[in-house]
């Protein structure tokens, strides 16, 4: 299998998932072109997508949809909430494109399992990828690590987590007092310590390639992210790079591809 992050961020996200032919998208939050570049950078090539899978409507996730979904004839996949408030935004879609997901959907060899996740979107849901006796999880836009969710996500071997802001640089950031209130709400996005105490919650001792993604532009930088995390792991003993392969996303540019 390949994955790999194509941009993470709040200012758009596209993830790729390949199980030999069968090749997915995980969202397509930017303009159709940028995703056609980084694709093109992974030595991958957009029309061989069988499906675009959507987490929820805001526009950071579904930019781009329309465009590739008409340009490469690519079937979109969302619930039946998230098609409501997502398809007045993203233009014409070819009914036979129009795919509601009621329960895990195979694509070839590989089964794309939502779950529910808690945020201010209408139906929001993050996803397990099956392939072959290996998971994969998308867990990002949500306000709380559930303990559904930890149990979900415990035995994947690679995760992309939601690593969205630090707590100080929101509360004494720009944001306008309404929209702090909205991130930091069950409803909103998980902090560089939710995470941090997330991963500690799902360690079983077995390695995991956890990536860690959706961070803020305004509230959050990268290297405070990783370190936040890296300190809080390292101080229960799990070993950064040894038992924990721990990734920093790009926003602007391709992340670490894994082929395993
Ligand atoms: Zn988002
Ligand atoms: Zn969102």
Known sequence: MKF???????????????EGEDKILID??????RIDIAMSEIEEDTSNIKGIFITHEHSDHIKGVGVLSRKYDIPIYANELTWKAMYGKIGKIKDENIKTITKPVEIGNILVEPFKTSHDAADSCGYIIHSGNRKTG???????LTEDIHNKIKDCEIILLECNHDVEMLKFGPYPYVLKKRILSDFG???????????????????????LGHLSKTNNHPDLAYKTVEVILESQGIKIGQDINLIMTNRDKISKVINL
């Open 4 to 18: 790999c992050p194509l941009y993470s961020g709040s200012s758009g996200n596209s993830i790729f998932f390949g």
């Open 28 to 33: 397509a939050g930017l303009p159709g072109k």
């Open 138 to 144: 998308i867990v990002t836009d949500l306000g709380i």
């Open 189 to 211: 996005h998980i902090s560089n310590e939710a995470c941090a105490e997330g991963i500690l919650k799902i360690f079983n001792g077995d390695k995991k390639h956890i990536y």
